[in-house]
């Protein structure tokens, strides 16, 4: 089983920096960017399970935009927001761009640690689905799917 | 208070209403009331000169009628026939008897030579010669002749008119003595109302009859018969004592004699004056009314400017609360804002710390006991931040109302039901008088429910313990009023005021953020009501909530 892979986004380093070594201290996979931009750029090259955003960061791209960008990126990866703006607005407002829950900062860890469990589980059973749908593929259509295995060991 | 600004204007505005309506009224009304006057004088000359006229031709008939009388004698009876006495005096009898109106005196013949030859009347005139004289002359030359008037039998006046016989070839004369009473009276009848005055003059200007003012009989007249033309003449004369007088002059045709018919101006019985002074009060009194109408309304409309100006600085003044609230909203926003970062580093920070002291090498320290418990402390006290910096960014949400369709009754039961063990705990009852069937409002329960529990906990916290709190809920007109009574110790007068400001609070630092009442207060202003509220120290604090019954959308 692989392990889930974290990607948080914050602009203030102090805080990123802390969620990061409390996530790796209970043996969570955790990577910590501090923009926008640096997210996508990873994205692009890793897969990632669940994204940590922060809506309001300054400068640079603007949090909803970065989410829109991660949707289309990788629909399938869970983003929890965090917004130390306590305007709600925005956060409902990325619950309807696809975020998969919101918290205020500043927050209580253990009801990141909560919602990041929830979003594994949706997580789970989505691969499950994604992997009993494949398989019913490669019953039906064995050559489509033998293109796509020679792809993926590429 | 009267602003110089609106003395002036007051001042102003008064003075050109009243010279723009005064000043026409004035001179319309002494416009037409010499217009009056002089129309009144105008018909008064057309009048006498009637008069004149008219009267004028009847004394000329009166007068014919006499000279007729004496023509057709002379012509028909004969010299010597009439110039015995007997026979005169038989004729003058007959006359008499038939005419008395006639006013003959006498009569007597006078030959061609100026002999008076037959005589009958009072005088002693037979045997006079009259040849020198120049009526004789003028009789014999014209045929008839009538004199001016003279003081005669009695000091009575009289006049003669002379006739001459046209047949055969001695002329005669035959003369007679009238009466000119009846002529008199005649003239008199035209002398109309009190002022007026008729009178004949003759060339020379002398009274031919009695005048009722201004002279004698037989006396010379002021008036001067040359100024009369030949039709009817009418003048105007101020006399000595200054009164206008209006002359009307008409020639008799059969003698040189005017006839005078004078009126003093048109004013009989004062009716002029009577009128200008009538015009005058009524002038007078529109002008009055004038002035008390304009300053009145002046006043009126000077008083309704300093009420709209108090409304608009009242308003400006809540425009700028408003704005200030607004202002202190967004600056309460900007701070919480700003704090929330570091409070979320200092939060993480501690959580970090606290996983680090579960690692071994801290469990043999000493102190580990202590650091837990501070960093314990650290994440409750960044919590107890947190609430703070999130009620003030509540406090500055703008977020779209929600409507739902509300019912007032229900939602303060379930508030009243969230407290009502907090209640029964400190001994305080609650007591509702619940108007039934209150309409159901298009509102924000959420929000209403946010604020009654502020009130509500208000009342709890203001009364301790032992106590007990009145809800109640009305509806009037088109308003819904919620009003929240506890029986506590009331809000001092100077603190009644400032009771909806922001973060004042009276309880103890740590209990309150002293935001509750003045988030209330935003949130029920924006749903278009107010909050009031009623203390007494010995009576308690009663909260009025207004709320506009909004009917809810039809879905």
New interface residues.
């Given amino acids: 089983m692989e392990l889930f892979r974290i990607l948080v986004v914050d602009d203030?380093i102090?805080?990123l920096e802390?969620?990061v070594?409390?996530l790796k201290?209970r043996k969570l996979d955790a990577v910590g960017v501090e923009s926008g931009e640096a997210a996508l750029a990873l994205l692009d090259q890793q897969l990632f399970d669940v994204v940590i955003l922060d809506i309001k960061m300054p400068g640079g791209m603007d949090g909803i935009e970065v989410l829109r960008e991660i949707k289309r990126m990788q629909p399938l990866v869970e983003v929890i927001l965090l917004t130390?703006?306590?305007?709600?607005?925005t956060s409902i407002e990325g619950m309807k761009l696809g975020a998969f829950d919101y918290l205020?900062?500043?927050?209580?860890?253990d009801e990141l640690l909560e919602k990041m469990a929830a979003a594994f589980r949706k997580k789970a059973v989505q691969d499950q689905k994604i992997r009993d749908a494949k398989i019913k593929e490669l019953v039906r259509y064995p050559a489509r799917v033998l293109d796509q295995v020679k792809k993926n060991d590429k | 208070m009267k602003t110089p600004l609106y003395s002036e204007l007051r001042r102003r505005i008064i003075l050109i209403t009243l010279v723009v309506s005064i000043a026409p009224l004035i001179f319309l009304g002494g416009m037409i009331f010499y217009q009056f006057a002089g129309l009144c004088e105008q018909r008064a000359k057309e009048q006498i000169q009637q008069l004149a006229r008219s009267q004028a031709n009847a004394l000329d008939v009166f007068l014919r009628e006499r000279v007729n009388i004496l023509t057709t004698l002379v012509d028909t009876v004969s010299f010597s026939e009439i110039s015995q006495p007997d026979k005169l005096a038989s004729i003058f009898d007959v006359i008499n008897r038939r005419s008395a109106g006639l006013g003959l005196v006498d009569m007597g013949i006078i030959d061609s030579q100026g002999e008076h030859l037959a005589y009958i009347g009072p005088y002693n005139l037979k045997g006079l010669n009259y040849y020198q004289q120049p009526w004789f002359t003028e009789v014999m030359a014209k045929g008839e002749f009538i004199s001016d008037v003279y003081m005669g039998y009695r000091q009575l006046p009289h006049f003669i008119i002379a006739v001459r016989s046209q047949k055969g070839r001695a002329n005669w004369i035959l003369r007679a003595t009238i009466d000119s009473d009846v002529f008199n009276n005649m003239v008199r009848t035209v002398q109309t109302g009190q002022t007026g005055d008729a009178y004949i003059i003759n060339r020379k200007g002398v009274f031919q009859t009695q005048p009722r003012f201004g002279g004698e009989i037989l006396t010379l007249s002021k008036l001067i018969p040359a100024h009369f033309g030949q039709r009817t003449t009418a003048t105007e004369h101020t006399d000595a004592d200054g009164r206008r007088k209006f002359y009307a002059g008409a020639w008799l045709k059969n003698n040189a004699w005017l006839l005078v018919v004078s009126q003093e101006g048109c004013d009989e019985k004062g009716r002029l004056a009577q009128i200008r002074n009538r015009d005058i009060l009524i002038v007078g009194l529109g002008c009055v009314a004038i002035i008390l109408a304009t300053v009145l309304i002046t006043h009126m409309l000077i008083q309704r400017l300093e009420q709209n100006d108090k409304e608009m600085s009242g308003l400006s003044a809540q425009l700028v609360q408003s704005d200030k609230l607004a202002a202190l909203g967004k600056m309460a926003a900007g701070i919480?804002?700003e704090i929330?970062?570091p409070?979320?580093?200092?939060?993480?920070?501690a959580?970090?710390m606290k996983?680090?002291l579960k690692e071994e090498e801290f469990q043999q320290s000493e102190n580990l006991a202590e650091y837990i418990k501070s960093v314990d402390k650290i994440d409750e006290h960044?919590?107890r931040a947190?609430k703070i910096?999130?009620n003030m960014?509540?406090f500055a949400?703008r977020?779209e109302p929600h409507l739902d369709d509300v019912e007032v009754n229900e939602v303060l039961t379930q508030t009243i039901d969230f407290l009502a063990n907090h209640a029964r705990i400190n001994n305080i009852e609650i007591q509702t008088n619940l108007q039934e069937k209150l309409p159901v409002i298009a509102s924000d329960q959420s929000k209403l429910q946010q604020v009654f529990l502020n009130v509500l906990n208000n009342a709890i916290d203001a009364i301790g313990s032992n106590g007990s709190i009145q809800v109640a809920t009305i509806q009037k007109n088109h308003d819904i009023i919620i009003s929240v009574h506890d029986d506590g110790p009331g809000i001092p007068k100077e603190m009644q005021s400032k009771i909806f400001d922001p973060f004042y609070t009276t309880k103890a630092t740590g209990k309150g953020t002293g935001l509750g009442l003045s988030i209330s207060f935003s949130i029920i202003e924006k749903m278009g009501g107010s909050i009031s509220l009623a203390s007494d120290p010995d009576q308690g604090t009663t909260f009025f909530i207004r709320l506009p019954v909004v009917t809810p959308a039809k879905k």
Avoid: C, Q, Y
């Fill in positions: 203030e102090d805080f802390t969620i070594n409390r201290k130390g703006h306590a305007s709600v607005e205020l900062k500043p927050m209580k860890f | 919480a804002h929330n970062n409070l979320a580093v200092i939060g993480e920070k959580g970090w996983d680090l960044v919590e947190r910096t999130h960014l509540g949400r977020m």
